[in-house]
């Protein structure tokens, strides 16, 4: 039976013109930021990928590919980890990069959520970076692109040097890495679910309370995370969107390799990420802070595509007309770079029947060739957006 495999989608018609408006414009605002555009290979050196994203994608959601030509390959499952790569591979010391394309990740899909889908990464390496100016810049480059579509969001933001003191200190927990993966669930399952969870990595049942306490806190624990924080939303509200920033203690990133803010930027009324990131310095040994953009999901919250009239011609004949004929006009056509169709058959349906076509499909121009018009080396455009038409010469043309 044919069947499109689980957590993947076919994108065609509306779906893929808006998935591609979003790319184009988050390359636009990427490049406007000063990225420059990265290409890598979907697959990397196995060992390339592990130990970067926690335990539970090493074991569970790494897709393997087998092993082709001695090497272990697996598939990417973000943009972040081949860009370390690529940067180690090629000594660069300083790079601003922004990437677009698709990543796997072997996981039980539920709605909203895909096993392949396109993320969009910017990311800032190397560079001297004073207060929060390179983590304001990444969040309002992607501002820019919700904005760009009349999005309203909001931008939940922790610091793991915060979570790091508030589970140590605060709670006692001495592994406190392992604990982060499960308050990262916080945003699709309550507390109290969890419980079960956090006594079988060894909390007692004191420490989870006082977990629960802390996490609830709107306010850093950290002196040093508060003072940043302050700094980050007068940064945005320069630039209109200091309210959109708000601190939580609840929000932990699974991902092993951040170090500093972390952040995950949601659309009001809807419970999915769209947008994340954060710095991870450690991870190349140097100042770096990145963010992504789930394409595939933000796609689907975009409001749908307005109908709008298509520049395009739809060229067909009237009467006795040589099929060489049209086919050289045709030519002509393309030729001065517009977008053609036309029917695959040397006989064309009537004039009433395309137009109707045409109007269904938002094909804005109707080229005909009519017998009598070719014998005076003419054929006619009809606009059917402005219901008007045309002569035209084929020599001038």
Known sequence: MYKIPKGTRDLC????????????????EFAGAGGEPLDTPVFERTNVLLGKYGEEADTKLIYRLADEGGELLAL???????????????????????C???????????????REFIQADFDIYGEK???MIAEFTCLNTVR????????RYTILINDVRNLKYMLETAVGASEWRRVCPIIDKLDKQTFDTLVAEFSAIGLSDVQIAMLKTTIDSS????????????????????????????FTNSLARGLDYYAGFIWEIKLDGVAATISA?????????????GISIGISRLAAYMPPVASDWRDE????????????????????????????????TSDDKKPGKIIGECCQAWIRYVVIIGESELAVGKFIIRDLKMKTQADVDIAEY
């Open 144 to 151: 820019r692109v919700l904005d760009t579509f009349g999005l």
């Open 100 to 114: 677009v394309g698709k990543v796997y990740r072997r996981d039980q899909p539920s709605p909203g959520r895909y």
């Open 313 to 344: 011609y739809f060229v067909t004949t009237i009467g006795n007309v040589n099929i060489l004929d049209k086919m050289r006009i045709i030519n002509k056509l393309q030729t001065k770079g517009l977008k053609i169709r036309y029917a695959l």
């Open 13 to 28: 018609g509306d779906e893929y013109t808006m998935t591609n408006r979003l790319i184009d414009v988050t390359k636009q």
């Open 129 to 131: 970076q004073a207060g």
């Open 219 to 246: 306010k850093p624990m950290l002196d040093e995370s508060a003072k940043d924080f302050k700094m980050l939303q007068e940064l945005a509200g320069g630039f209109g969107f200091g309210d959109q920033l708000v």
């Open 76 to 98: 990417r499952y973000d943009h972040t980890v081949p860009f370390t790569r690529y940067v180690k591979e090629n000594g660069i010391k300083q790079m601003r990069r922004y």
């Open 277 to 289: 990131g954060g710095r991870y310095d450690g991870l190349l040994d140097g100042p770096c802070v």
